[in-house]
């Protein structure tokens, strides 16, 4: 085996990885903004109907408060026409007392039922406001849609092609070096092969033992890093 032709190989199959990475991460980054509009438009819709069922059940409370005052008007009606015909002092009295207390009553209902229009206004008001939001939340739903659909499909036709490329070409390198590679991605990402220049490891930045240093210059077998866990190459004038 030529190892420092699957050292070339390594480096182009991360090069796919990179572009194969890159690509994911564009299609999430649209994917999870169409995703925040529609979680947006979810709570909108539920603080919307949240208000209209606090609306409904003022609306409900109002029409008994009404129904009540209703009655209530009609009796003290009752009571005035009676009042004209009583005759005795005291009964007229008690009468004209009661009278009184359910006028205050109903001054204090008519109340109740004014504060509840006006309750009752300001959440149709908050309704209107939520609404406005949900038309602007679903027109930008339906642009990034229509912007993203193609480019989306753009992007998922694109790495099926480049995954079906690197499959092809993964299967050309070294079984052994190929595993170390895949173990390393795993747990390092996408960049888990880097140049070793000057005795110095350029991924993590770090001094090599000139011994190790000198097993990198020589790409006869694979050489980790001791600190950051990545296969080292020396990029010689056949790799420029």
């Known amino acids: 085996m030529n190892f420092r032709e699957e050292l070339y190989k390594l480096l182009k199959l991360q090069k796919f990885d990179i572009e194969l990475d890159d690509l994911t991460k564009k299609r999430l980054t649209l994917e999870e903004e169409l995703k925040g509009y ?135 390198i070294d079984r052994i070096v190929l595993g170390k590679y895949q173990l390393i991605r795993t747990r390092k990402g996408n960049v888990c092969i880097v140049e070793a220049k000057d005795g110095v490891c350029l991924g993590c930045y770090v001094s090599l033992p000139p011994q190790l240093y000198n097993e990198v210059l020589k790409m006869k077998e694979v050489i980790i890093c001791p600190r950051c866990q990545r296969i080292l190459y020396y990029k010689d004038e056949d790799m420029e």
């Not at 009661?98 to 008001?125: M, P, V």
């Open 38 to 172: 529609e979680i947006l438009l979810k709570e909108k819709i539920e603080r919307r109907n949240e208000l209209q069922k606090i609306i409904n059940e003022k609306n409900e409370i109002q029409k008994q408060k009404e129904e009540e005052l209703r009655k209530e008007q009609e009796a003290v009606r009752k009571w005035e026409a009676r009042l004209k015909d009583i005759k005795k002092h005291r009964e007229y009295q008690a009468l004209h007392l009661e009278i009184q207390e359910a006028k205050r009553a109903n001054e204090k209902l008519q109340e109740e039922i004014i504060e509840l229009i006006g309750e009752i206004d300001g959440f149709k008001t908050q309704i209107s406001q939520v609404e406005k939001e949900i038309s602007e939340i679903e027109e930008k739903i339906a642009k990034t849609k229509n912007t993203s659909q193609g480019e989306l499909s753009n992007i998922m036709n694109k790495y099926a092609s480049l995954k079906k490329e690197r499959e092809e070409f993964a299967r050309t």
